[in-house]
């Protein structure tokens, strides 16, 4: 069995005295594993980080089996996000969610495509909203997508500043007055594109958070992963009775 595709890398651990198993994202295969030999080598040091997007070689005997894997460096992404830490958490975040939370060996082409634009969009000033827009992206492949287009119970377009908890639909300001402190809030960027700022993502990475995590308990089993949690801490705290944005 062989196979040539492109990736991005996840995380790897080592293996041996000199290798490395490699968790990869493929364009066309998904979730993947791979051995590779010599990873602590000069030449693999700087290829292997994750968030870089690589080119694969993968070979077995059989399909079932761990194959082993030789890689070239296509672009290294993870490279432009070594001095800010927050960018370097959301990439870690990305990463962890998608290696935690993915099938494996289960093709996501879209959710590939938007990953790779996200380690793009991780270089520009409103990279944390691009964070938040990749995890409704990442829901949305798993079957939990939300409904952002008008208002669950009147239809309107406009004013939609709640989702409801229950359904993943957003609400108007005004059918949602009565039951706002029980609705998560609506972060305006994800339906007009604009306040991105930190409250905003806060409100935002809230509301992922909370469908993330019912996700994440029917799939998995497991908790959101740590790198998550650590994101998140980077922004300010949203008020909301009905969940604990860590998890707890």
Known sequence: MEWRDEAILLGLRPHGENSAILSLFTAQRGRHAGLVQGAKSKRLRGVLQPGNRIAVNWRARLEEH???????????????????????????????????????????????????????????????????????????????????SCCASTG????????????GRAVSREAGLPWHDRLLPLPSFLTRGDDMGA????????????????????????????????????FPRPNWAGYDIEGR
């Open 66 to 148: 761990l194959g082993a894997a030789t890689v070239e460096l296509e672009e290294a992404l993870s490279a432009r996000l070594m001095d800010d830490a927050g960018r370097l958490a959301a990439l870690s975040s990305a990463c962890a969610m998608i290696d935690k939370g993915l099938p494996e060996r289960e093709p996501h082409p879209a959710l590939y495509l938007a990953t790779l634009a996200l380690l793009h969009d991780l270089a520009v000033p409103d990279w944390a909203a691009a964070y938040v827009r990749w995890e409704t992206a990442f829901l949305a492949e798993l079957g939990y997508g939300l409904d952002l």
């Open 156 to 167: 309107v377009t406009e004013g939609l500043v709640y989702v409801s908890p229950r359904t």
């Open 199 to 234: 409250e905003a993502v806060g409100q935002g990475l809230l509301l992922t958070g909370f469908f993330l995590t019912r996700c994440f308990a029917e799939f998995t089993h497991k908790p959101l992963p740590d790198a998550r949690a650590r994101l998140v801490t980077r």
